[in-house]
C-alpha cells in the first residue's frame, strides 16, 4: 500500500547516513513509485507490477532478477509468502523481518512488533526503525518519511489552481472524503456536516481527494453539503495522478479526513493534517507525528472507550458499520472547530 511504502523509505535515509558507500534498493509494487519518486536514499527500484503477481512464470523471472543482484542484506517488512521468496532468492546472508513463528526460519534476525510506541512518530515508524538494527549502530529514535517534488511540478501545480481561480492567500484544504475502502470510510452524509463546520468557520476554499471511479461517491458528498457551502468547493480541482496529487496538496492549508495514504502524503509535504481514523484500524500504529496542533487526530476509542471493553480490533473490523453510527459528526466536530482556530 501507498502509505506503507512511503513510510518505509525511511530506513534509507538511516542506511545511508551509517552506510553513504552501500547500494540501497526498493522492491515495490509499481502503483506506489510517484510517494517514493526522486528519493535521493534510494538508488535502484524493482518493480512488482500487476502482471507479476498475477503470473506464476513471470514472478519466478522476477525472483531470478532478484537472485543476480547478489544481495548482502534483505530487510523484508512484510514477512508475506511473496516476501519470504523474494528473501530466499536473494541468497543474502542477512535477512532481517518482523518476527513470526511460521517465518522465522526463513531469516537471521527477526523482531516482534512494539504495541506501545514511544515517541509520537508512532508505531509504524518505530517498528521499521527497530529492523536496522543488525545493520546500523546509530538508529535514529524517529525519522519523518518525505516527498520530494520537483521545482516544476510545484510550479505547475500553483498554475492549476489560479487558473481554476483559487486564491492562494486565503485557506485551502485538501479533503479525503473517501478512505481506501468502505470500512475506512467516515459515513458520506457525515463528513459533508464535517465540511459545512470548516467551510462555516474559516471561509475557506476545499478541494475533494478522489479518483476518477471514485466520483459518484466524492459527489454524493457534494451533494450533502448544505448550499451556502457548495460555492467554495472546487469538485473538477483535483489530482489526476498521484503525482498531481502530491504536487497540489503541497499547496494546501491543511489536510483534512479519513486516515490512510493521503494523509500520511501530507505529513511527508509537511502539511497540517485532521485525521478521521476507522473504528477498527489501531490508532497507535498509524498516528504518526501527532503533535495536539498541527497534526491532530481522533479514533472512536478517544470517546466512547468503553465500546472497546474486552474486544479486539478483528471483532470491531466485523462490527466497523454500526461503529460508525456511534461516531457521529458530533463527537468529533469540537475537536476540528479546535484545531481550525489556527488557520
Same mark, same amino acid.
Given at each position: 500500500?501507498?502509505?506503507?511504502?512511503?513510510?518505509?523509505?525511511?530506513?534509507?535515509?538511516?542506511?545511508?547516513?551509517?552506510?553513504?558507500?552501500?547500494?540501497?534498493?526498493?522492491?515495490?509494487?509499481?502503483?506506489?513509485?510517484?510517494?517514493?519518486?526522486?528519493?535521493?536514499?534510494?538508488?535502484?527500484?524493482?518493480?512488482?507490477?500487476?502482471?507479476?503477481?498475477?503470473?506464476?512464470?513471470?514472478?519466478?523471472?522476477?525472483?531470478?532478477?532478484?537472485?543476480?543482484?547478489?544481495?548482502?542484506?534483505?530487510?523484508?517488512?512484510?514477512?508475506?509468502?511473496?516476501?519470504?521468496?523474494?528473501?530466499?532468492? /536473494?541468497?543474502?546472508?542477512?535477512?532481517?523481518?518482523?518476527?513470526?513463528?511460521?517465518?522465522?526460519?526463513?531469516?537471521?534476525?527477526?523482531?516482534?512488533?512494539?504495541?506501545?510506541?514511544?515517541?509520537?512518530?508512532?508505531?509504524?515508524?518505530?517498528?521499521?526503525?527497530?529492523?536496522?538494527?543488525?545493520?546500523?549502530?546509530?538508529?535514529?529514535?524517529?525519522?519523518?518519511?518525505?516527498?520530494?517534488?520537483?521545482?516544476?511540478?510545484?510550479?505547475?501545480?500553483?498554475?492549476?489552481?489560479?487558473?481554476?481561480?483559487?486564491?492562494?492567500?486565503?485557506?485551502?484544504?485538501?479533503?479525503?472524503?473517501?478512505?481506501?475502502?468502505?470500512?475506512?470510510?467516515?459515513?458520506?452524509?457525515?463528513?459533508?456536516?464535517?465540511?459545512?463546520?470548516?467551510?462555516?468557520?474559516?471561509?475557506?476554499?476545499?478541494?475533494?481527494?478522489?479518483?476518477?471511479?471514485?466520483?459518484?461517491?466524492?459527489?454524493?458528498?457534494?451533494?450533502?453539503?448544505?448550499?451556502?457551502?457548495?460555492?467554495?468547493?472546487?469538485?473538477?480541482?483535483?489530482?489526476? /495522478?498521484?503525482?498531481?496529487?502530491?504536487?497540489?496538496?503541497?499547496?494546501?492549508?491543511?489536510?483534512?479526513?479519513?486516515?490512510?495514504?493521503?494523509?500520511?502524503?501530507?505529513?511527508?509535504?509537511?502539511?497540517?493534517?485532521?485525521?478521521?481514523? /476507522?473504528?477498527?484500524?489501531?490508532?497507535?500504529?498509524?498516528?504518526?507525528?501527532?503533535?495536539?496542533?498541527?497534526?491532530?487526530?481522533?479514533?472512536?476509542?478517544?470517546?466512547?472507550?468503553?465500546?472497546?471493553?474486552?474486544?479486539?480490533?478483528?471483532?470491531?473490523?466485523?462490527?466497523?458499520?454500526?461503529?460508525?453510527?456511534?461516531?457521529?459528526?458530533?463527537?468529533?466536530?469540537?475537536?476540528?472547530?479546535?484545531?481550525?482556530?489556527?488557520?
Amino acid at each position: 500500500m501507498i502509505g506503507d511504502v512511503l513510510t518505509t523509505s525511511i530506513l534509507f535515509q538511516a542506511l545511508k547516513a551509517e552506510h553513504p558507500e552501500a547500494k540501497l534498493h526498493y522492491v515495490i509494487n509499481s502503483h506506489t513509485y510517484p510517494v517514493v519518486e526522486n528519493n535521493p536514499f534510494i538508488d535502484k527500484f524493482l518493480f512488482v507490477t500487476p502482471e507479476i503477481e498475477s503470473n506464476k512464470a513471470k514472478f519466478l523471472t522476477f525472483l531470478n532478477q532478484i537472485k543476480k543482484e547478489k544481495y548482502d542484506a534483505v530487510i523484508d517488512v512484510y514477512s508475506k509468502f511473496s516476501s519470504n521468496l523474494m528473501t530466499k532468492f /536473494s541468497g543474502a546472508k542477512i535477512k532481517i523481518s518482523k518476527k513470526k513463528w511460521y517465518t522465522s526460519h526463513y531469516y537471521t534476525h527477526t523482531f516482534k512488533d512494539a504495541k506501545i510506541p514511544n515517541t509520537n512518530a508512532g508505531l509504524a515508524v518505530e517498528n521499521r526503525l527497530q529492523l536496522l538494527q543488525p545493520l546500523c549502530e546509530n538508529i535514529p529514535i524517529k525519522l519523518q518519511p518525505k516527498v520530494y517534488l520537483t521545482e516544476a511540478e510545484i510550479k505547475t501545480s500553483k498554475q492549476v489552481l489560479i487558473d481554476s481561480k483559487i486564491d492562494l492567500s486565503k485557506p485551502l484544504f485538501m479533503i479525503s472524503v473517501l478512505g481506501s475502502g468502505e470500512n475506512k470510510t467516515y459515513p458520506l452524509p457525515h463528513m459533508a456536516d464535517l465540511i459545512d463546520v470548516i467551510v462555516g468557520q474559516t471561509e475557506g476554499q476545499i478541494l475533494f481527494n478522489y479518483i476518477p471511479n471514485q466520483i459518484h461517491e466524492a459527489q454524493t458528498v457534494y451533494n450533502f453539503t448544505k448550499a451556502e457551502t457548495k460555492p467554495h468547493i472546487f469538485f473538477d480541482v483535483f489530482g489526476k /495522478s498521484l503525482r498531481e496529487f502530491l504536487s497540489i496538496t503541497h499547496h494546501c492549508t491543511a489536510l483534512i479526513g479519513n486516515e490512510g495514504g493521503a494523509v500520511n502524503m501530507a505529513k511527508a509535504l509537511n502539511i497540517p493534517t485532521f485525521t478521521i481514523f /476507522s473504528p477498527w484500524i489501531l490508532k497507535e500504529a498509524w498516528n504518526m507525528f501527532d503533535n495536539d496542533t498541527t497534526n491532530v487526530s481522533i479514533h472512536l476509542i478517544d470517546v466512547k472507550p468503553e465500546l472497546y471493553e474486552g474486544k479486539s480490533l478483528k471483532q470491531m473490523k466485523g462490527d466497523v458499520f454500526s461503529l460508525y453510527q456511534s461516531f457521529p459528526p458530533e463527537l468529533i466536530i469540537p475537536k476540528l472547530k479546535t484545531y481550525l482556530q489556527q488557520f
